[in-house]
C-alpha cells in the first residue's frame, strides 16, 4: 500500500481540532480538567492517540485520546456532557465548510494545464474534506464509547442512561463488529451501509453552501 501524504495531514489536523474541541467546550462550560492535563493544545502530540491514528491511516477510521472531564464541575451535567460531546463532530463539519470554499473554486480547472502543487493542494483539500466528513459521522454513531451516545443519552430518562453506560464496554464490541463486517459477510456494514451514504450527502451540502 502506497502511502497517501495528504491522508496524514488531513488526519492530523481533523482529530486535532476534534479533540481540542472537547477540551475547549469542557472548558467554557466551568471544567478545567482537560486543561489541566495539557488538552486546551493545538498540538498534535497532546491528542494523536497511536492505534486510532494507525486505523485512520489504514481503515479510514479511527479516533484521538479521549478528552476527560469530570461531570460534578458542570452546571447541566446531562446537557453539558451532550455539548462536549458535539463540540468534536462540529469542528469537523466547520472544517469541512472551510476547505469547501477553495475546493469548489478549483475543482473545476483543467488539471493538464494546472502546476503541479496546485493539483496537490486540490488532492489535500478534498482529503481534509473526507476526512472530517468521515470522522463527524463516526463519531455521531449512539455507540459508546463514541460522542453520539453521549448526545443521544440527552434524549433517554434517566433510568436507560443508567443501563447505558452499564453496558458501555459491550460498545467496543459492537465496534469492532461493525468494522469487520466486511471479512465475514463481504459487506461492510459500517462502511457501505452507514458511513459511506451519509458522507456523500454531507458532501453535497458543504459544496452547494460554499
Known amino acids: 500500500m502506497s502511502f497517501d501524504w495528504t491522508l496524514l495531514i488531513a488526519l492530523v489536523l481533523s482529530v486535532t481540532v476534534h479533540e ?38 489504514y481503515a479510514h477510521f479511527g479516533w484521538g485520546k479521549p478528552v476527560p472531564f469530570n461531570m460534578s464541575n ?43 502543487i496546485l493539483i496537490q493542494l486540490i488532492r489535500l483539500m478534498k482529503t481534509i474534506i473526507d476526512i472530517n466528513l468521515i470522522l463527524m459521522v463516526f463519531n455521531l454513531l449512539p455507540i459508546p464509547p463514541l460522542d453520539g451516545s453521549k448526545i443521544f443519552a440527552l434524549i433517554l430518562p434517566g433510568d436507560y442512561i443508567m443501563r447505558l453506560h452499564k453496558y458501555r464496554n459491550y460498545g467496543y464490541g459492537v465496534l469492532i463488529i461493525l468494522v469487520f463486517s ?7 456494514i459500517l462502511w457501505e451501509g452507514i458511513i459511506s451514504p451519509v458522507v456523500e450527502f454531507f458532501w453535497d451540502i458543504v459544496l452547494f453552501a460554499a
Not at 458542570?74 to 477553495?102: E, Q, T, V, Y
Not at 466486511?182 to 461492510?188: D, K, L, V, W
Open 182 to 188: 466486511h471479512y465475514i459477510t463481504g459487506y461492510s
Open 74 to 116: 458542570l452546571k447541566n451535567p446531562r446537557l453539558d456532557s451532550a455539548l462536549i460531546a458535539l463540540a468534536g463532530p462540529l469542528s469537523n463539519l466547520m472544517i469541512a465548510f472551510l476547505f469547501a470554499f477553495p475546493y469548489r473554486y478549483l475543482e473545476g480547472i483543467d488539471l493538464n494545464q494546472s502546476p503541479f
Open 20 to 57: 481540542f474541541s472537547h477540551a475547549w467546550m469542557s472548558t467554557f462550560l466551568g471544567d478545567p480538567t482537560a486543561k489541566y492535563q495539557g488538552r486546551l493544545s493545538l498540538n498534535p502530540l497532546n491528542h494523536l492517540d497511536p492505534i486510532g491514528t494507525f486505523m485512520i491511516l
